[in-house]
């Protein structure tokens, strides 16, 4: 089963997910799997593949017994994986309802076998027991890597939020709107903060909880004479592991992910005085503080994005189901919207197309490798957002009332 290690009396380095069978022992390999590559993944993404993996483990453990999977891997016997891994494709395959996902869990399981036994394979001593492996492995990866639960032939399109959303979503959210559906001035401040952030810089859900209470920084610039802000996009430096006791940990998806993003000086006051007036005076460093003085976690932010969507008038949800597809705003459709915006705004300004997607990949945190903005490159012809923002994108009626009247 799934467990999460958590707690003072457990060290450091072992707190996170972890695989146990039913008496509560770690599954051998994936502890190993975990120790080899956690460091490279996402801890959301590490978490969402050992449930896949344990999805592999339950299975062996009805066709052939209690830790059937470990056996099979340390004993290396291709015919045991071969029979697991055959049955469990099979019985994935054969769901009433196959989704994308159930081929990401297929493939997930099957690059786990792949892995261990190669990392086996090398450690054995070069002989003919060793070629007679080297064989099986090959035969494993050509037998499986071509069998798919499902193939996915449909374009998936990136898809900004409407205009009457947008509009709706800043009315809505305004800490001083009588519409806002949060009583609380803190709660009402540090959704609006989120919201602008996620929307005009485009962050991530897990970006935005990680932030430091310091995250916007600050230096005059001699040659334009004024002063420019900008927004260090990585894992809080102030944070340790006994300081978050958020379940879902959040943390930066990759090293392309690291980052400074500028910020509007209307954005970094909107911060400010959040950081201010409403944060209060937590014992932790993340900018984002909960109702309870503890870091904001992943499963209220998720929350509070279907409490707002439930509030957004019926003809605004009509539309953003036409245009979209979808009944609800998540923080993602921030990202794109803010995404296209982008694009729209540097090709406006001039930009060649290869150079405007080159920024994008900077600003938003792609890898070269990324296919992420040729995806936007069709979805910012498109006119459903002309009149939210003007130029200088942040210049916002609603924005603007939420700031001191000094500023």
């Not at 493939?107 to 027991?129: C, I, N, P, Y």
């Not at 890597?145 to 374009?155: C, P």
Request: charge should be neutral; aromatic fraction near 8%.
């Amino acid at each position: 089963m799934f467990q999460q290690l958590l707690g003072a009396a457990v060290p450091s380095a072992l707190r996170g997910p972890v695989l146990v069978d039913d008496v509560g022992l770690p599954r051998y390999w994936a502890a190993v799997w975990s120790a080899m590559t956690a460091s490279q993944l996402a801890d959301s993404t590490h978490t969402k593949k050992l449930r896949y993996l344990e999805d592999l483990y339950q299975h062996a453990d009805r066709l052939l017994g209690p830790n059937a999977l470990d056996d099979a891997l340390a004993e290396l016997d291709d015919g045991a994986l071969a029979q697991i891994l055959e049955s469990w494709f099979v019985s994935i395959r054969n769901q009433p309802a196959v989704t994308g996902a159930d081929e990401k869990r297929w493939q997930a399981g099957l690059g786990f076998v792949t892995t261990v036994v190669t990392w086996l394979s090398k450690s054995q001593v070069a002989d003919e027991r060793l070629q007679r492996i080297e064989q099986r492995l090959h035969r494993l990866s050509t037998l499986y890597s071509q069998l798919h639960v499902r193939r996915d032939n449909s374009v998936e399109t990136v898809r900004s939020l409407p205009a009457s959303t947008v509009e709706a979503l800043y009315a809505l959210l305004d800490p001083e709107s009588p519409q806002n559906p949060f009583e609380r001035d803190k709660t009402r401040w540090r959704v609006f903060v989120a919201f602008v952030l996620m929307l005009h810089q485009g962050l991530r859900r897990g970006e935005v909880l990680l932030l430091a209470a310091d995250a916007v920084k600050s230096a005059y610039d001699h040659k334009q004479l004024r002063t420019r802000y900008w927004l260090n996009v990585q894992e809080n430096e102030y944070a340790t592991t006994e300081g978050d006791s958020r379940y879902s940990k959040p943390s930066i998806k990759n090293v392309h992910s690291i980052r400074q993003v500028p910020v509007s000086e209307l954005t970094a006051s909107l911060v400010q005085r959040y950081v201010e007036n409403y944060r209060g005076r937590p014992d932790h460093s993340f900018l984002l503080n909960s109702q309870t003085d503890a870091p904001l976690s992943t499963e209220t932010l998720t929350k509070v994005f279907a409490q707002m969507s439930r509030c957004l008038p019926v003809e605004v949800l009509t539309e953003l189901k036409d245009r979209t597809g979808k009944d609800a705003v998540t923080p993602h459709d921030l990202r794109h919207t803010c995404a296209v915006v982008r694009l729209r705004q540097l090709l406006e300004q001039g930009d060649a197309m290869d150079e405007a997607l080159q920024k994008l990949r900077t600003f938003f945190g792609w890898s070269k490798a990324s296919t992420m903005p040729s995806r936007y490159a069709r979805a910012v012809f498109e006119d459903r957002l002309t009149g939210v923002w003007n130029d200088a994108f942040d210049d916002r009626v609603a924005l603007l009332r939420a700031l001191p009247r000094s500023i």
